[in-house]
């Protein structure tokens, strides 16, 4: 199918104009019809036919998207169509860069990828279906990265044809969509902006159809309205009403149309009268619906083109299939592309409008603020940002490297042939010239035919913010580490050409020489120098923009070349497969094997594909998952009696320090409020942090120099305020788990260094001044050996003694600190590791005095089943080791269930392909990673014959964490300890009585 988009010239002269531009992504569940709405945009410039959107998904260009009817990769396409402007009555043009993204949980990492470039956010919600647990983290994630968000209520065809409700049903449906919608942004507001005195209701982040960012469609039948279209409609019939007071009288349930008099009045509640939207909106729909496609009544389809003010019939509108006949009337009345380039047009900014608070977020401004030279930079970037000034530095993101078929690329295209009339004087000279010269030889032939040309090329997904990108153009590319410095160095960045720029049509990319500011595009070239996401500028004067990392994958795979001759290229294709692809990470163990990390079954499917058939094209074979688990230790005695706990504490003396150490459990409350605050609380650590040996260089030469302790605090007002909310909220949290937690509010030495896996170390000390939220003690000798202590905590905390993975849920409590003897350090690195080495055994030691448990990564699905099959999801979830959480009844009628169930990671593989075949297709499950869990039993279990205590112990879960341990003890080349027969003869009877 030939596509037909505006030419070219056109489309770079919108490109200029920032004001036209919208730089948009589509987010959802899985199947709640991204791409699908993604076809009716693309139809508008003909990139599809009208009569064909909704069907052919073209943005899913691979083929196992299309087999799996799921998108696996963002695809970003631009288009441009001209809008009328309601405020000035004029035509303008509109530059829409539009990124579909995939809505299965495991390619969560696209959808962050695709909203860094973007200004603006469609929220699709299946109203069958409902809010569901990828349309939160959609939200969550369209709300972090501070993207104006455009709710689309999609499938309410669905709800009167299949689902035959009533107009009272479809109602709820719609009411609880957005209820659940703005339930999560407020939860998100509420926690973001704990101190402000701004009240949600006023900040135009709730969804409310009145405000026109929500618009309630059907994409598969290409129609959509927002209320204020139906106001249009109606205002000719009722009396004292423009379009606007109409509009905002239908979100106002007590507002009913009297009947009498035509005029619309307060009170509906008290009279228990159907409100306006039911009466206007939904009965207009479902009239449609009803008529046309339940009752094929053929008769009245003349009557409601009237009625909705459709001028000139098509011959669709009188095609005998009644579907096709009620899609025809409905586009035309309000085509579902128009309404939502319109509501985009009006809602979402341009770039040249940028928020301040945008700005700062992606410049990470807090953190860099603290210097007044990187402030200065930041400032002039803000200035330079906003006015999207082509003039300016030039400064663009690359928010992910993507794969593209080389026949996609526009200078592959097959040019237009265009015949010559042939000279026949010329044709006798060239055959002659031909016989004249001799042939090239084989071996030449076979070498080039053997040099294998990638069919394939890595491009850049970019999003220019300032300055204009040229092909040819000279250009720094930064580390996330990062920061600029008046000398001007440049560490840390590299210069890099500019090879080729595209343009983004979703399948086919188009060359040009220019990019302005404000858009979306590919850069070719840049696989040598950037691995997955950079910053680009010319200036050094800039700072690398913020990097989130996402839940890190959790299910490992080991990797290897069927043929081993062929590691190199297994290596090479790996490095691309990482490249190309935001959600998989590949790692190299220590014994020098590859492992695979993906986000779950789907993904691992997708990986193998892109190696075995792209990327690397060999034959590989893949271990069973491995999967990372967690230490942790369990209280010996009842949760609140610390006492035995306590007195397991170890003593170490390093040098010239004694250190007294216990290790308790960490409650889940601390934990928790630690994880959410550990950003803040890192950076707070971080902060005027003064190294031992300078302190000790100070104690000889500058005594004089040595500081008291004085609070922290940052240069950035909201980070002072964090702080100071972070601070409120971990006391409380210590507060509400009583006991010894109670007086340790302000005594929390360190948090470490993993964010996923939350260990403290708490000063319990009674004559040593040491919390984060301070600095040192300069004038106490043991400052200069604080360092020490906190590196021997993370170090312990990085890999843990029962099968070195990393520790999670412990505090060390330290509970004695002393200088026993005041020798002069003498600052090698020998004794360093001396002393870092002794403390961290000494926490080990502390470790494995408690009662160790394993921690394991937990999966939570939702899945949506009839009764008829509910007792076969249980039966599967409890034959994984898994256990249902709750089982809420959707429908009456319909008797369905949703069902909530928790399923170790170990045991997730081939879950879902197992529950779609014993429900014969009707569950679809989707896993998320939840949590990490204890197994309730000791990994150092072995059963024993006629054990009279074993009444006490839970068996089956000791034997599993025993089986687990010894599993990946064996796995990383550890020390198993196992009984092995060596002469197995010996050990039988050999006389068998008969």
């Avoid at 993507?402 to 592959?412: A, I, P």
């Avoid at 600095?775 to 360092?787: A, G, I, K």
């Avoid at 020798?823 to 005095?849: H, P, Q, W, Y």
Wanted: negative net charge.
């Amino acid at each position: 199918m030939a596509s037909m988009r505006p030419p070219l010239e056109i489309l770079q002269q919108c490109m200029k104009e920032t004001r036209c531009i919208r730089n948009v992504c589509i987010l959802a569940h899985v199947d709640h019809g991204k791409t699908t709405i993604a076809d009716s945009l693309l139809a508008t410039n003909r990139l599809v036919s009208k009569r064909m959107a909704g069907q052919i998904r073209y943005l899913d260009d691979r083929l196992d998207e299309q087999e799996r009817g799921i998108t696996m990769k963002s695809s970003t396409v631009s288009l441009l169509n001209i809008v009328d402007d309601e405020d000035t009555n004029e035509e303008q043009p509109l530059l829409l860069n539009l990124i579909d993204t995939p809505g299965h949980i495991d390619f969560s990492t696209e959808v962050g990828a695709a909203l860094r470039v973007c200004d603006g956010a469609l929220i699709v919600v299946d109203l069958v279906e409902g809010v569901c647990v990828q349309t939160r983290e959609a939200i969550k994630l369209a709300f972090t990265e501070r993207c104006k968000m455009v709710l689309v209520l999609n499938k309410m065809d669905k709800l009167i044809v299949e689902l035959h409700k009533d107009v009272n049903e479809i109602f709820q449906c719609v009411l609880r969509a957005i209820e659940d919608c703005n339930a999560i942004v407020a939860e998100l507001y509420q926690y973001e902006y704990c101190d402000s005195e701004v009240d949600i209701e006023d900040t135009g982040l709730l969804f409310s159809p009145d405000v026109g960012n929500v618009i309630f469609a059907s994409a598969i039948d290409g129609w959509g309205f927002t209320t204020k279209q139906i106001s249009k409609i109606f205002i000719k019939t009722l009396k004292n009403e423009s379009v606007e007071s109409l509009n905002t009288k239908l979100w106002n349930f007590d507002a009913y149309v009297d009947s009498k008099t035509n005029t619309i009045k307060l009170g509906g509640i008290e009279k228990g009268k159907t409100n306006l939207f039911i009466q206007l909106c939904l009965k207009t729909i479902f009239h449609i619906y009803s008529t046309i496609v339940i009752q094929m009544q053929k008769d009245k389809v003349s009557l409601i083109a009237e009625k909705l003010n459709i001028v000139g019939t098509t011959r669709e509108m009188n095609h005998t299939d009644s579907k096709i006949q009620l899609r025809a009337i409905m586009q035309s009345w309000s085509p579902l592309a128009e309404i939502i380039i319109h509501q985009c047009m009006k809602i979402i900014s341009p770039p040249s409008n940028i928020s301040d608070e945008k700005i700062k977020y992606l410049l990470d401004y807090n953190r860099f603020c603290e210097n007044e030279f990187h402030r200065s930079c930041l400032d002039k970037l803000v200035t330079v940002f906003q006015n999207s000034d082509e003039t300016g530095p030039c400064v663009s993101y690359v928010s992910k490297m993507f794969c593209v078929d080389k026949k996609n690329l526009s200078q592959n295209q097959p040019k237009t042939f265009v015949p010559k009339p042939r000279n026949r004087d010329q044709t006798s000279e060239k055959k002659e010239a031909e016989k004249e010269q001799p042939k090239a030889s084989t071996d030449e032939e076979k070498e080039e035919t053997k040099v294998d040309e990638k069919d394939f090329s890595i491009i850049a997904l970019a999003r220019v913010f300032s300055g204009s990108l040229k092909t040819g153009q000279e250009i720094y590319v930064f580390s996330p580490q990062y920061a600029p410095d008046e000398t001007s160095s440049g560490k840390g960045a590299q210069l890099v050409k500019i090879q080729e720029l595209y343009m983004l049509f979703g399948r086919e990319l188009v060359l040009v020489d220019t990019i302005a500011a404000g858009n979306v595009c590919g850069i070719g070239g840049l696989e040598s120098s950037i691995v997955r996401t950079a910053t680009l500028s010319t200036t050094l004067h800039c700072v690398p923009f913020i990097e989130h990392p996402s839940q890190p994958p959790i299910v490992r795979n080991a990797i290897e070349a069927s043929n081993p001759k062929e590691l190199p290229v297994l290596r090479q294709g790996l490095r691309t497969l990482m490249q190309s692809d935001s959600c998989v990470q590949v790692i190299i163990q220590e014994t020098g094997e590859y492992v695979l990390l993906t986000a779950g079954d789907v993904h691992l499917a997708k990986c193998l594909e892109d190696l075995t058939t792209k990327f690397a094209k060999i034959e590989i074979n893949v271990s069973s998952p491995m999967v990372s688990l967690r230490e942790t230790i369990t209280h010996g005695t009842s949760k609140g009696d610390f006492k035995r706990d306590l007195e397991n504490s170890v003593t170490v003396e390093a040098s010239q320090i004694r250190l007294t150490v216990v290790v308790v459990a960490l409650p889940d409350a601390v934990s928790n409020e630690v994880e959410k605050s550990f950003k803040v609380l890192s950076a707070a650590e971080e902060l005027q942090q003064t190294s031992g040996f300078e302190l000790f260089a100070k104690r000889d030469h500058k005594p004089e120099e040595l500081k008291a302790p004085t609070a922290k605090s940052f240069k950035s007002e909201a980070m002072n305020a964090a702080l100071k909310h972070t601070r409120d909220q971990l006391n409380s949290s210590l507060d509400s788990c009583k006991g010894i937690w109670c007086n340790l509010k302000n005594n929390i030495w360190s948090v470490g260094r993993m964010s996923d896996s939350i260990n403290l170390l708490i000063n319990t000390t009674t004559d040593y001044r040491r919390n984060l939220f301070e600095t040192l003690d300069e004038h106490d000798q043991r400052s200069c050996f604080d360092h020490f202590v906190v590196n021997a905590f993370n170090s312990c905390c990085k890999a843990g003694p029962l099968c070195e993975e990393p520790l999670k849920g412990c505090a060390f409590l330290i509970k004695k600190f002393e200088v026993v003897h005041d020798e002069v350090l003498d600052g090698t690195t020998k004794t360093n590791v001396n002393i870092e080495s002794t403390l961290s055994s000494a926490f080990r030691e502390a470790f494995e005095k408690q009662q160790q448990r394993l921690m394991e990564p937990i999966f939570t699905t939702s899945i949506q089943v009839n009764t008829n099959i509910l007792g076969k999801v249980y039966s599967v979830v409890s034959k994984r080791h898994g256990k249902v959480l709750d089982a809420v009844g959707m429908d009456e009628q319909e008797k369905s269930f949703l069902v909530k169930a928790q399923i170790p990671v170990v045991e997730s593989t081939g879950f879902a392909n197992e529950i779609r075949k014993t429900t014969s297709g009707q569950a679809i499950p989707t896993l998320k990673f939840s949590h990490f869990e204890i197994i309730d039993g000791d990994p150092f279990y072995e059963p024993v014959d006629d054990d009279e205590d074993e009444e006490d112990v839970n068996v089956e879960s000791a034997v599993r964490a025993m089986k687990l341990r010894k599993a990946i003890r064996k796995r990383k080349g550890l020390h198993v300890e196992e009984q092995v027969v060596v002469h197995g003869e010996k050990q039988r009877t050999l006389n068998k009585k008969k």
